[in-house]
T-cell receptor, first 115, second 110 residues
Framework: NAGVTQTPKFQVLKTGQSMTLQCAQD?????MYWYRQDPGMGLRLIYY???????DKGEVPNGYNVSRLNKREFSLRLESAAPSQTSVYFC??????????????FGPGTRLTVT | DAKTTQPNSMESNEEEPVHLPCNHS???????IHWYRQLPSQGPEYVIH???SNVNNRMASLAIAEDRKSSTLILHRATLRDAAVYYC???????????FGAGTQVVVTP
């Protein structure tokens, strides 16, 4: 039981390049989330997926797209990377259902630098 | 969205209890109180959550004020591994989205 896995662990991009961050969970969770964390700050929600086939914007969605490929996988795409997107990206999953509150399980993060 | 207020940092001696306060004076009736912690260079880790009653688990206890405007996370015996940033978060919608603040940096000294 690996929990939440993320690839890659580290990435350096040049401005304007694109890339996709991968996330997978093996806990059969309904909901998945993408957060970013800038140095010295708390996490901010980029996008989330309440269930397979649905996605919604979070607090800071500009410059990103997401795909909920299936129940296990939720990817985050940067179409044209900018230095302001230098951050650590965390994926999380949860059993979450409407009206109930469950804990989120986080992956180890992807450290992205855009030069 | 309901917000939380936490001290920037707290220091504790190893094997002593740690009481981490959190104010959430604008909490609504359906908001859950969650605590997460983040060790250096790791993703956040769930600690505990509750709605109205005090909660205990293997990691910590959560004491919720009767008016729910504040809560306290209690680590019963701090270890060096408990040195982390602790976040107090209210879940304000049905889909569990977490809104992280700056958290409290806990320093544990031997």
């Amino acid at each position: 039981n690996a929990g939440v896995t993320q690839t890659p662990k580290f990435q350096v991009l040049k401005t304007g390049q694109s890339m996709t961050l991968q996330c997978a969970q093996d806990m059969n969770h309904n909901s998945m989330y993408w957060y970013r964390q800038d140095p010295g700050m708390g996490l901010r929600l980029i996008y989330y997926s309440a269930s397979e086939g649905t996605t919604d914007k979070g607090e800071v969605p500009n410059g990103y797209n997401v795909s909920r490929l299936n129940k296990r996988e939720f990817s985050l795409r940067l179409e044209s990377a900018a230095p302001s997107q230098t951050s650590v990206y965390f994926c999380a999953s949860s059993e979450q259902e409407a009206g109930h509150s469950y804990e989120q399980y986080f992956g180890p993060g992807t450290r992205l630098t855009v030069t | 969205d309901a917000k939380t207020t936490q001290p920037n940092s707290m220091e504790s001696n190893e094997e002593e209890p740690v009481h981490l306060p959190c104010n959430h004076s604008t909490i609504s009736g359906t908001d859950y109180i969650h605590w997460y912690r983040q060790l250096p260079s790791q993703g956040p880790e769930y600690v505990i959550h509750g709605l109205t009653s005090n909660v205990n688990n293997r990691m910590a206890s959560l004491a919720i004020a009767e008016d729910r405007k504040s809560s306290t996370l209690i680590l019963h015996r701090a270890t060096l591994r408990d040195a982390a940033v602790y976040y107090c978060i209210l879940t304000t919608d049905s889909w569990g989205k977490l809104q992280f603040g700056a958290g409290t940096q806990v320093v544990v000294t031997p």
